[in-house]
């Protein structure tokens, strides 16, 4: 059971695959308004275990941002996942305050670049650190040097870029070839996580549109996860902000409990393999390559 707590300040990239662009329509003093009076109520209403905090870049956030929220789920008892590119490292207020999260790191733009030693020794020192490198078309082939050139991590998290269901990124969609050939570089280089490799073969699997629709079924009745997006006062049930609502406790309790019937095909990102596991469903062992 997961929220999602999502205010766009602004981004300091601009990755092409990226669904997060800036739609806030709420002034700060609002969000923080909205915070201080809901985020609590919400998170003991749903019981959710998981509470993910994104942007945009979170690292954009002002501290007021980060304090309101720290006051908000000081006594929760779920885990907080906060997604960043490495610039909340740099804000003092927002690492005292939720010293004990987890940061999933999205380590880079592009694989041949370096990354800030700041951020290297910040995550060298913080076990809760998790980083995560999302492979393009353009990089699937550097990972190999990019894991070689940066020996500082110790185990490393990949995703495959989901796009926009927009016709200009359908060249940019990876194909059955390329998915296998990320596959069999999950299974030969040991610091990436397996599941990282299963969700890829979920990916080959999901070609075929029975499959899909099979294990979507299933899994939009099991997992529990909404968006609240807190700069454009709605909720939604995707990343690509379908079946979008008005931000209201009612909604709220309707979408969440699923008394809102949701319409929804989640992307890629939204139906991954963590929903997948949930169904209790096995997966093709023919895309495994044998080791």
């Not at 999502?6 to 700060?28: K, S």
């Not at 809901?38 to 019981?47: D, G, L, R």
């Not at 929220?69 to 003092?92: C, H, M, P, R």
């Not at 529990?224 to 079946?243: F, P, T």
């Amino acid at each position: 059971m997961r929220i999602s707590f999502r205010y766009d300040a602004g981004c300091n990239w601009n990755c092409d695959y990226c669904t997060q662009r800036n739609n806030t329509t709420q002034t700060e003093e609002q969000v923080i308004n909205w915070i201080d009076t809901n985020v609590k109520k919400y998170v003991e209403i749903s019981k959710a275990s998981r509470i993910q905090l994104i942007g945009g870049e979170p690292g954009m956030w002002s501290n007021a941002i980060w304090l309101a929220f720290s006051n908000a789920l000081k006594y929760s008892n779920a885990k907080v996942s906060i997604f960043t590119n490495g610039l909340v490292f740099e804000n003092k207020i927002a690492m005292e305050c939720f010293s004990k999260a987890e940061f999933l790191w999205h380590v880079n733009i592009s694989l041949s670049d370096k990354v800030k030693k700041s951020y290297i020794y910040t995550y060298l020192t913080n076990r809760n650190i998790k980083p995560l490198v999302v492979i393009d078309k353009k990089n699937l082939l550097l990972l190999d040097q990019f894991i070689k050139n940066n020996s500082w991590i110790k185990e490393i998290n990949t995703t495959m870029a989901v796009y926009p269901p927009i016709e200009k990124y359908n060249n940019l969609e990876f194909n059955n070839e390329e998915i296998k050939t990320f596959i069999e570089y999950c299974y030969k280089e040991p610091k990436i996580i397996k599941s990282s490799a299963d969700e890829a073969i979920l990916k080959l699997e999901c070609a075929n549109k029975d499959v899909i629709n099979s294990y979507r079924k299933v899994c939009s009745t099991l997992c529990k996860l909404v968006y609240i997006d807190i700069g454009e006062n709605c909720i939604y049930a995707c990343c690509n902000r379908m079946d979008k609502i008005e931000l209201t406790k009612e909604n709220f309790i309707n979408y969440f409990f699923k008394k809102i019937p949701i319409k929804t095909n989640y992307c890629d990102s939204c139906f991954n393999y963590a929903s997948f596991k949930s169904s209790n469903r096995e997966l093709n062992n023919e895309y495994r390559p044998k080791v």
